[in-house]
């Protein structure tokens, strides 16, 4: 059974940074392309960000480019997610989400962690 656990959400003042992390279990992690994915009251989930099996490749949404930083460690089968800069407009439930491929739809979705940042 894939689980995925996120924490390190919370309130922050605008301007300040948070660190997102992400434990993966009962998927081969290593092998797995890994995104950061936020949904904010009101409106449709949008993707953040995401980074391939080895690291080698990320991407992110033009909204969070220069901001944010996507990483992991696959000896700890854990992806983060790094806010700086952070804006009301981020105030979101941030998810992982993973599969064996890049994809729009991953198939495997942790719970999700709040963010809010006030101004």
């Known amino acids: 059974q894939v689980q995925l656990v996120e924490s390190g959400g919370g309130l922050v003042h605008a301007g300040g940074s948070l660190r997102l992390s992400c434990v993966a279990s009962g998927l081969t992690f290593s092998s797995s392309a890994m995104n950061w994915f936020r949904q904010a009251p009101g409106k449709e989930r949008e993707f953040v960000a995401s980074?391939?099996?080895?690291?080698?490749?990320?991407y992110y949404s033009d909204s969070v480019k220069g901001r944010f930083t996507i990483s992991r460690d696959n000896a700890k089968n854990t992806v983060y997610l790094q806010m700086n800069s952070l804006k009301p407009e981020d105030t979101a439930v941030y998810y992982c989400?993973?599969?064996?491929?890049?994809?729009?739809?991953?198939?495997?979705w942790g719970q999700g962690t709040q963010v809010t940042v006030s101004s």
């Open positions: 989400a993973g599969d064996t491929t890049f994809t729009s739809s991953p198939r495997y």
């Open positions: 980074i391939s099996w080895r690291g080698s490749n990320t």
